[in-house]
């Protein structure tokens, strides 16, 4: 099993990072972790994590911040007068990984998000020293976001597991894949209602395709 730490990011925000991290938790029956949460006047993704596993293995950690305001970290924390301190994170996350189970972390929007003045999304998987799932919603416009989310993991020298897709529009993933040089993991359908049952039969299919990475 793969034990460093699997950060979960996206080309960008609103392409299905919760669902991905939802099915890989229940696959690997592994703890969940978004140590940063912006906006949550409809609920967590942690909390919405939790309603979407069936395992009982699973600990779902909380947010080491959590702010009200749906915006970047770095302005949802200046609008309560706080800043995110990434050492602090890193603190945490020494304190909760565990060599038993794997462990499943969301990241806040893509790669380039400012968590701080100074530091982004990108420098806390670095400090993590994390590998890394990319996750890509079909859309138009999503072949220019996911080449650039690419670009920048190879010059951060990221350790890049592979793309999660989901969702259709055109048949472009495997050119996605081509051109980026990142393999290709699985592709979650479309679904109309995200529900338990839906997370349970999408992390029996990748399990097997897992396997292959971790």
Sequence with gaps: MHRQPIFITGIGTD???TIVAAILTEALQANYWKPVQA???HGTDALRVKDLISNNQSVIHSEVYKFSLPASPHIAARNEKMKVDLELIVEKFRALITKNSP???EGAGGLMVPLNENEFVV????KLNASVIL??????GSINHSLLTAEACKQKRLNVIGWIF????????DEIVQWSGFRKIYSIPF???ISK???KSESNKIKESLKKFL
């Design 191 to 193: 679904a109309e209602n």
């Design 123 to 126: 420098d806390l998987i670095q």
């Design 15 to 17: 392409v299905g990072k």
């Design 103 to 105: 462990l499943i972390i």
């Design 197 to 199: 049952e839906f997370v």
């Design 166 to 173: 989901n969702d259709q529009y055109l048949h472009y993933e």
């Design 39 to 41: 906006g949550f006047s």
């Design 135 to 140: 996750v890509s919603r079909n859309y138009l």
